[in-house]
């Protein structure tokens, strides 16, 4: 079988989805979309049931936090493989601090059950369908989102460490 | 999820029972409570977290260099793929290419962990069904690959083995004489433990059958390693992508067909088989040449030169004191772990450390299928398909 390659890829999705796909890149050969969170499960089932690509495996679910892109602070970053044309891909959705809404995929793949999970404990997106949506690491009583990159590593009111030598 | 829960409409009274958080028979912290219909478990729910660190936090602070040991403390039965992984993620994003001896030595390393890592959890599910004989027998043939480990790099658990670009210092003729002394004697006594396992009536009996999962759910729940690979599936990241030059090597990845505990077992009992044959061809190929990559902004000189030449001196501060700034870059890296894809997510925006670092930790993913996999079996048998599924709590929790 010829190996699928990622400007195929990116023709078909285009072809579908045209406007919803924000952006496209390839860091280190891995097709990049950044998509509409709205269209974000549409896509995922159609590269689950696509014939040719069938992206039926979730490797990884994992947010991010970007605080100077004003109005597209969070990302929610996903990475599908098809382990029959052994590819993968990666999907971003960004979503403003203020309106952290994306659909969950857990309708698709059980995996992400967990992995949104995790995201929203951390990040604070929210996965609109997901069926139990609770913090899983941290405490239930935590009230912000620790790997938003407004919470500091340390209480910062520790006098005995100087880190300014240390260029941290 | 929903579906597992089941509703009590026929007024049966449940017992709710609590298995952990410590618990001697779940080999680290993990908590479910158990809705039991007497022996019969009807539902379960996991708590997880109890040994959470905070290592993608740590790692937005940390340079480069030092987040190698907080990979350390991910699946701690296999610390060197975890370290080697990480290695090859930022040799990945820097554009280094390693030489050959380089691969071949991190190959060696990686496969003598990958034993000892299936040795504990294929020895411990002999512990959690009444067999205790295979695995204190076994557990000296780990030690004896943990010294390899300290000959190597001089730790033993959580090893910080390697460094970015290459190895810290090349095999001496003492590690070289120690792991072949290891290859000659460790089949006879792995042979006398497949011998005591393997074909054993009473542990067949125990563990056919129990905790099945078909390959579609495996595949759906996000399985990899040994656990997707015994229900049937032949995917692992060493021939799906190879890294570390594992295309070079002639091996067999070994694949059930029912999921079950045995077909978990068995699984990983060839794997060894198939680890002794790549350590075997990587010792006898072991290539000439430098044991480290021309990376001086990440490689530390030695130490004859940084104290007698002043270009090596400041390297070498700049490395310790992690000022080298890295190319802004988005990467994705996984290897084949002791238990699964450990993949390493890394976004880096040119600083000293990595704008963010995410860790797909396999078993943290796997381990979500656990109620489904124990539902309607009994209480011994989910102490056995927890052991079979290789959880590690430093994983899981990250």
């Known amino acids: 079988m010829a190996q699928l390659s990622n400007g195929h890829l990116l023709n078909a999705i285009q072809d579908k989805f045209g406007n919803a796909i924000l952006g496209a890149e390839e860091p280190n050969g891995l097709l990049t979309l950044n998509i509409n969170p709205e269209k974000l499960l549409e896509l995922v089932r159609f590269l689950y049931n696509h014939e040719e690509f069938r992206f039926q495996f979730l490797t990884d679910i994992c947010g991010a936090h970007f605080p100077d892109q004003k109005g597209a602070e969070l990302a929610s970053i996903y990475h599908l493989h098809s382990l029959e044309n052994n590819m993968r891909i990666r999907i971003k959705c960004f979503l403003s601090a203020d309106h952290p809404f994306v659909d969950s995929l857990t309708p698709v793949f059980s995996a992400a059950n967990w992995q949104e999970r995790e995201t929203f404990d951390f990040y604070g997106i929210i996965f609109n369908g997901h069926p139990n949506l609770k913090r899983i690491l941290n405490v239930d009583e935590m009230d912000y989102h620790p790997l938003r990159k407004e919470y500091p590593l340390e209480d910062q009111t520790r006098t005995d460490k100087n880190d300014s030598y240390f260029g941290r | 999820m929903e579906e597992n829960r089941i509703l009590a409409e026929d007024k049966k009274e449940y017992t709710t029972l609590n298995l952990g958080p ?14 039991m219909d007497g022996e019969i478990i009807v539902d379960s729910e996991q708590t997880v977290g109890y040994i959470h660190r905070a290592f993608e936090k740590i790692a937005e602070h940390r340079p480069y260099y030092q987040i190698t040991p907080l990979t350390d403390r991910l699946n701690y039965c296999s610390s060197p793929i975890n370290n080697m992984g990480w290695h090859m993620t930022v040799e990945k994003l820097l554009g280094v290419q390693t030489p050959k001896r380089v691969d071949y030595m991190r190959v060696i390393i990686m496969e003598l962990a990958r034993i000892a890592d299936h040795l ?20 000296q043939w780990r030690e004896k690959i943990y010294d390899i480990y300290e000959s190597i790099c001089g730790a033993r658990l959580t090893t910080n083995i390697g460094r970015i670009g290459g190895m810290e210092r090349d095999f001496t003729p003492e590690v070289i004489a120690s792991i072949r002394s290891f290859l000659k004697e460790f089949p006879a006594v792995f042979d006398e433990f497949c011998r005591l396992l393997e074909r054993n009536r009473i542990f067949m009996d125990r563990i056919v059958g129990t905790g099945a999962i078909s390959a579609e759910r495996a595949l759906n729940y996000g399985f990899t390693g040994p656990n997707l690979r015994a229900a049937g599936v032949d995917y692992d990241v060493r021939v799906m992508n190879p890294y570390s030059s594992y295309q070079d090597f002639d091996f067999i990845i070994p694949v059930g067909t029912n999921g079950d ?30 044991f480290f990559a021309d990376v001086p902004e990440f490689f530390l000189p030695p130490k004859e030169e940084v104290y007698n030449n002043m270009e090596a001196l400041i390297w070498h501060f700049k490395i310790v004191m992690g000022e080298t700034d890295v190319p802004v870059g988005e990467v994705y890296h996984s290897v084949e772990g002791g238990n699964g894809e450990l993949g390493y997510y890394l976004i880096s925006d040119g600083g000293r450390a990595p704008f963010r670092l995410h860790f797909r930790r396999p078993c943290f993913i796997y381990y979500q299928a ?15 398909v927890m052991s079979s599924m290789n959880v590690i709590a430093g994983e899981l929790d990250a």
Do not use: W
Request: overall charge negative; hydrophobic content about 40%; aromatic content about 8%.
């Open chain 2, 370 to 384: 656990f109620p489904e996999m124990i539902k309607g079996s009994t209480l011994s048998d989910a102490i056995v």
């Open chain 2, 22 to 35: 410590t618990h001697p028979a779940t080999h680290g912290i993990f908590q479910n409570v158990l809705t």
């Open chain 2, 261 to 290: 505990t045995y077909d978990r077992f068995m699984v990983r009992q060839e794997e060894i088989r198939q680890s002794l044959r790549i350590i075997e061809q990587a010792l006898n190929n072991l290539p000439e040449g430098k």
């Open chain 2, 120 to 139: 504990v959890c294929n020895s411990v599910i002999g512990v959690d069904t009444g067999a205790l004989t295979g695995f204190t027998y076994v557990f």
